[in-house]
């Protein structure tokens, strides 16, 4: 075989590769939205490519001893009713004792967020669902317990919505139940014991008070 056969066939091999990518950043051309977001860049550090993420993640705490949780939904378009598919969500929360743990080879927001965190991207009937374990509070204070979720959509930068939140949480106020202006909708989850876990379900609508969201 000649050298420059050799050569055409390895290269045209590895452009075909599949392999796992890390996700890249924001596109130039994507319209700001959602005001100052402090880490919300964490997003781009799945270790999975956006374009193979599936609709399902397994937070890494899921195997750990704590109240084992599922939390699946809908995300809707603004319009609140059309499913959006092709939606990235990233979650991160604390460990049992309320603290962001991490296994010491973090890198980049890792290093504040820890090592629970996860990446869904919803499916053609904008359905995503991830499961892991229902976080602690932060140690000695009133903050109630929660994960954060970032939103990425195509066309778009990357924007917060209210967090996930916990109905039966004696830390929640009142307030936050019936919340006149929720980002992305509310984010309260009442749980429910199913199968030996809580499952809960949260619907988000794209934009929904979301600062600078284009409208169509
Ligand atoms: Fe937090």
């Given at each position: 075989m000649k050298y420059s056969s050799f050569v055409l066939i390895f290269l045209s091999t590895f452009s075909v590769c599949s392999c796992q990518q890390p996700a890249k950043k924001a596109a130039a051309s994507d319209i700001k939205v959602g005001g100052n977001c402090?880490?919300?860049?964490?997003?781009?550090?799945?270790?999975?490519?956006?374009d193979q993420l599936k609709e399902v993640d397994t937070l890494p705490d899921f195997t750990e001893d704590g109240p084992k949780l599922e939390v699946n939904g809908i995300i809707y378009k603004?319009?609140?009713?059309?499913?959006?598919?092709?939606?990235?969500?990233?979650?991160y929360h604390t460990d049992q004792k309320g603290k962001?743990?991490?296994?010491?080879?973090?890198k980049g927001w890792g290093k504040r967020h820890?090592?629970?965190?996860?990446?869904?991207?919803t499916d053609q009937n904008g359905f995503y669902k991830f499961y892991t374990l229902v976080p602690a509070s932060y140690p000695n204070s009133n903050n109630p317990k929660h994960i954060h979720p970032t939103i990425k959509e195509p066309g778009l930068t990357e924007y917060w919505i209210d967090e996930f939140l916990f109905e039966d949480d004696p830390l929640l106020p009142e307030a936050e139940?019936?919340?006149?202006?929720?980002?992305?909708?509310?984010?309260?989850?009442?749980?429910?014991?199913?199968d030996g876990m809580l499952k809960a379900t949260r619907n988000i609508i794209l934009g929904l008070n979301v600062r600078d969201y284009p409208k169509k």
């Open positions: 402090e880490g919300c860049e964490a997003i781009y550090e799945s270790p999975i490519a956006f603004a319009d609140g009713k059309t499913p959006a598919p092709g939606v990235v969500l990233y979650i962001y743990s991490k296994k010491g080879d973090e820890g090592y629970i965190r996860g990446w869904v991207k139940k019936e919340k006149r202006q929720p980002v992305g909708g509310n984010g309260v989850l009442k749980t429910e014991m199913k």
